[in-house]
């Protein structure tokens, strides 16, 4: 998959692309459990002790040199003070994650549910891809829901690629 991907972008280096990457099972290790621990992580700091997938970071880092591609998070947090944590853990395991291009959908303002996160997800993206005019969007993740919401809403234009693809 990761030749497949370096040679995508090879082919369309005339092209503005977007790269967006869930981080939870993406690239940070997923703990079972997990959602009852950020539940009940008042202080935000869950994530400080998450595990970087290193397989995954190591490929985007090598992505870097692609001047048209642009490199998003797109992922989900129970309140605010987890979006700090997750910010202070992109800065010292993935710093090509650019702060401006860390995009939260926050549980305690948007209200998000189980059956309602695809849908804000997918139109966070949506409305990068329509304000900075992407010709095609790379998607990494790990839940399938959002894969398929995702290329229902931007059909050609966009690659799915769930995290098991990179396994050994």
């Keep these: 998959m990761k030749e497949n ?3 995508f ?3 369309n280096k005339d092209k503005k692309i977007a790269l967006f990457s869930d981080m939870d099972g993406v690239i940070a290790q997923f703990e079972f459990d997990y959602h009852n621990k950020i539940a009940n ?4 700091i869950f994530f400080d002790d998450k595990i970087p997938i290193k397989t995954v970071i190591n490929f ?10 642009d490199f998003y998070i797109l992922s989900a947090c129970n309140n605010v003070k987890q979006t700090n944590s997750k910010k202070s853990w992109l800065a010292k395991y993935a710093p090509f994650f650019k702060e401006d291009k860390q995009l939260y959908v926050v549980k305690e ?8 996160k695809a ?3 997918t139109s966070f993206m949506v409305d990068k891809v329509e304000e900075y005019q992407y010709d095609y969007v790379l998607y990494f ?3 399938y829901t959002m894969l398929k919401k995702a290329h229902s809403k931007l059909g050609d234009k966009i690659i799915c690629i769930h995290i098991s693809n990179f396994l050994d």
Excluded: M
Aim: glycine content about 2%; overall charge negative.
């Design 141 to 143: 993740e790990d839940e």
């Design 41 to 44: 992580d008042a202080e935000g």
């Design 60 to 69: 985007f880092n090598s992505l870097t040199k692609y001047d048209n591609l």
């Design 109 to 116: 303002i948007t209200k998000y549910t189980k059956d309602t």
């Design 9 to 11: 972008l090879e082919a």
């Design 5 to 7: 991907i370096v040679a």
């Design 119 to 121: 849908d804000i997800k």
